[in-house]
């Protein structure tokens, strides 16, 4: 999905949470800078996704009754943010981590230096978080805005949903989930209402 068709949904969403865009498009600036000379091409990522069978874990609790049932070796596996921290304890190193750096972050880390690729979304509610980037290797900005030099934009708003549109814009050859439960009633009003627009953005790409 280019921008142009990621827009309208991009600003439906805003209006839905009474979110700035001015803001998201400043924290886009912010990470543009913090990455510059030190992205990674996002080729990267169609090195790794390309034609595979992939697994996107989301962070709900059911993830890891879903991993007991799946042989997780036959996966290229994307980790949304903080399923890093289930995946390492069953000692599986997530091939890419999509995260706004709200997940348990010295496990994000510990991934990445053990080979994980970090896809950092710059959002108008995680500036002062961006910095991290400066510890990390292979890393790849992302924005839910227009997107600038170092900081793109493959679709998707949450963490989880953007895991898909990832694999779906690297040319994953077909996309399994597991740890995903948009009728959790354990979580408050903001995080709901974050999960349903997650099941209608995965609907709209992943059958
Ligand atoms: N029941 C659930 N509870 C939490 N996350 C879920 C659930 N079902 C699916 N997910 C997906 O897992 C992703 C990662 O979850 P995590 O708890 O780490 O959330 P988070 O990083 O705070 O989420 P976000 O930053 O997207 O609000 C979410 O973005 C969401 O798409
Ligand atoms: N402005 C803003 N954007 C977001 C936010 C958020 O809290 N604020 N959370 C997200 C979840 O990954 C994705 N995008
Ligand atoms: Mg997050």
Request: proline share 3%; with cysteine.
């Amino acid at each position: 999905m280019n921008f142009k068709q990621w827009e309208p949904i991009y600003e439906e969403i805003l209006r839905d949470f009474g979110w700035s865009r001015t803001k998201d498009e400043e924290a886009a600036r912010l990470l543009s800078n913090l990455l510059s000379g030190k992205a990674a091409d996002p080729s990267i990522l169609k090195e790794k996704l390309h034609g595979k069978d992939v697994l996107v874990c989301g962070n709900a609790p059911v993830l890891s009754d879903d991993l007991d049932k799946i042989d997780t070796n036959r996966y290229v596996i994307i980790a949304a943010d903080g399923a890093t921290s289930v995946l390492l304890r069953r000692g599986i190193i997530p091939d890419v981590i999509v995260t706004d750096l709200d997940g348990y972050i010295p496990d994000e880390i510990e991934a990445n230096r053990r080979g994980a690729i970090m896809v950092v979304h710059a959002h108008g509610h995680n500036m002062d978080k961006l910095g991290i980037v400066k510890t990390l290797s292979n890393v790849i900005g992302t924005t839910q805005s227009a997107p600038l030099s170092n900081v793109h934009n493959f679709g998707g708003f949450s963490d989880g949903d953007r895991c898909v549109f990832l694999a779906r814009a690297s040319g994953a050859r077909s996309i399994r989930l597991a740890g995903f439960y948009f009728e959790d009633e354990n979580v408050g009003d903001i995080k709901k209402k974050k999960l349903r627009w997650a099941r209608r953005l995965i609907a709209m790409i992943h059958q």
